[in-house]
């Protein structure tokens, strides 16, 4: 069994400062991990993944992640926030092992203030 | 990278319609398709997956005779939405998955917004 809590539904950040977005899992196999954006009235494109090698992983867009195994958490990092970030954000599990269907968490809103 | 194109992005019908949404890999071969659905504000609801020359695998709850899935090859997935009515009016999305194992992301279309009058 996997699951993904993503502990904020909303974050608020001004223009320029840090965004951290938070994930925490359970996989009962050795989990890949993904962040996902989705814009308004579009898909969802990958962010960054984890599959098991680096625990820090780079992005695109300035984005990175650190997989913590001993916190089951892949917290999402960015140093400076742009406006263009304002989305919805999606940490996603799936495991080599068992079912590799991804299970989605609910999202978080990432709100950018001038 | 790996593009996945879904036609078309919007559809407006009258109820008791049938639509018809395609999802296709442009550059690479999928051998399985997820289908989604998401309402507002909330996150992707998983609806079938699809694997190229079998019947999907729906989820609980999800009318298969409702829903029509059809993967005849390993760049086109489609979703039909028999006798459409306005509960299901709805943004879908779908993905594709390049390769096998978990450790592969999905590489996901734009979506279709449905809306049933």
């Known amino acids: 069994a996997q699951s993904v809590t993503q502990l904020d539904s909303h974050v608020s950040v001004s223009e320029g400062t840090p965004v951290l977005l938070r994930c925490n899992y359970s996989s009962s196999y050795s989990p890949s991990l993904f962040w996902y954006v989705q814009h308004p009235n579009k898909g969802l494109q990958l962010l960054l993944k984890?599959?098991?090698?680096?625990?820090l992983v780079k992005g695109i867009n300035g984005f990175e992640a650190e997989f913590k195994k001993s916190e089951t958490s892949f917290h999402l990092t960015k140093p400076s926030a742009h406006m263009s970030d304002a989305a919805e954000y999606f940490c996603?599990?799936?495991?080599?092992?068992?079912?590799?269907?991804?299970?989605f968490g609910r999202g978080t809103s990432l709100i950018v203030h001038p | 990278g790996a593009v996945v194109s879904q036609h078309p992005s919007r559809v407006i019908c009258k109820s008791g319609t049938s639509v018809k949404i395609e999802c296709r890999s442009l550059d690479f071969q999928a051998t399985t398709m997820f289908w989604y659905r998401q309402f507002p504000k909330q996150s992707l609801m998983l609806m079938a997956t699809?694997?190229?020359?079998?019947?999907?695998?729906?989820e609980q709850g999800v009318e298969k005779d409702k829903f029509l899935i059809n993967h005849a090859s390993l760049t086109l997935s489609t979703l039909t939405v028999t006798s459409a009515h306005p509960e299901d009016s709805s943004f879908y999305i779908c993905s594709a998955h390049q390769g096998a194992g978990g450790n592969q992301p999905q590489h996901f279309g734009d979506g279709t917004r449905l809306s049933i009058l």
């Open positions: 699809s694997n190229e020359g079998s019947k999907a695998t729906y």
């Open positions: 996603v599990v799936s495991a080599a092992g068992g079912s590799y269907i991804p299970t």
């Open positions: 984890y599959t098991s090698a680096a625990t």
